[in-house]
């Protein structure tokens, strides 16, 4: 059985990095040592004290130290790292820019006053969760012991549930839609039309040669041919 640190440096890197970012945010928060008011997403300060740290620093803050908090660290632990180790492996740039794309979408969305969040990390975990939920859309997920659905359905089941816990719905709409919009131009659309629209661009793939960040694949998970299907687009099977 590997140690934690072994199993930490194990993880694949941009999802490692992520969650770690958000660990050390909320512990910091926790312990007094900042205001959460410097690192929110306030676009009046944003645009008139070009305070520009605030369009990244928003997105490492998944709230209070709660059950809530240790589900979204969860997630990323599990779904993100699935991803990047999956149907992402070997494709470091490809998942970086997934969550450079997520997180633009996220932004411009949340200049709409309907919309506006001071604080955008829960909405981008739950993009992880939809993307993965369309990459596996047959695998089983428990639900708390008490019901077994498809992957497919999950970021649904959590929406519901994070509203009848009394957690606010728009963080994870908002995840839905920057995640079915990725899907949508980079798998959906594509294979419908033979077109792809939405491209990793050459200076993410740049900066992580550059900072060498990730490692060239061995294996890739196996696309599952028998159920996947047009309006689900691909799909993977776990495990492999």
């Known amino acids: 059985m590997s140690s934690p640190a072994e199993y930490y440096q194990s993880l694949p890197p941009i999802s ?31 645009f008139s004290q070009f305070e520009i740290w605030r369009l990244i620093t928003n997105f490492f803050f998944l709230g209070n130290f709660s059950i ?10 599990r779904y993100g790292v699935q991803l990047e180790s999956g149907p992402f ?9 997934m969550m450079i794309f997520g997180s633009l979408t996220l932004l411009v969305l949340s200049a709409i006053p309907w ?3 001071p604080f955008l990390g829960v909405s981008l975990v739950f993009m992880l969760l939809y993307v993965w939920s369309r990459e596996f ?15 497919f ?14 957690s606010p719905l728009m963080p994870d709409l908002l995840g839905i839609i920057a995640g079915h919009l990725y899907y949508f131009l980079t798998v959906l659309h594509p294979m419908a039309t033979g077109k792809t629209i939405l491209r990793t661009p050459l200076w993410v793939q740049k900066l992580v040669a550059r900072w060498r ?22 799909s993977y099977r776990l495990g492999r």
């Open 16 to 46: 490692k990095y992520f969650g770690t970012l958000c660990l050390i945010f909320t512990t910091a928060y926790q312990f007094g040592l900042y205001n959460i008011v410097y690192i929110a997403l306030i676009y009046e300060r944003v």
């Open 68 to 77: 809530n908090f240790g589900i979204r660290l969860l997630m990323i632990a």
């Open 89 to 97: 492996q070997g494709r470091t740039a490809d998942f970086l820019w």
């Open 115 to 117: 919309f506006r969040s």
């Open 137 to 151: 859309p047959n695998a089983n997920i428990n639900i708390y012991g008490l019901v077994t659905l498809k992957a």
């Open 153 to 166: 359905y999950f970021p649904w089941a959590m929406l519901a549930l994070d509203v009848i816990f009394g």
């Open 213 to 234: 960040i990730g490692a060239p694949a061995t294996t890739h998970a196996q696309p599952d041919r028998g159920t996947g299907v047009a309006f689900r687009g691909r």
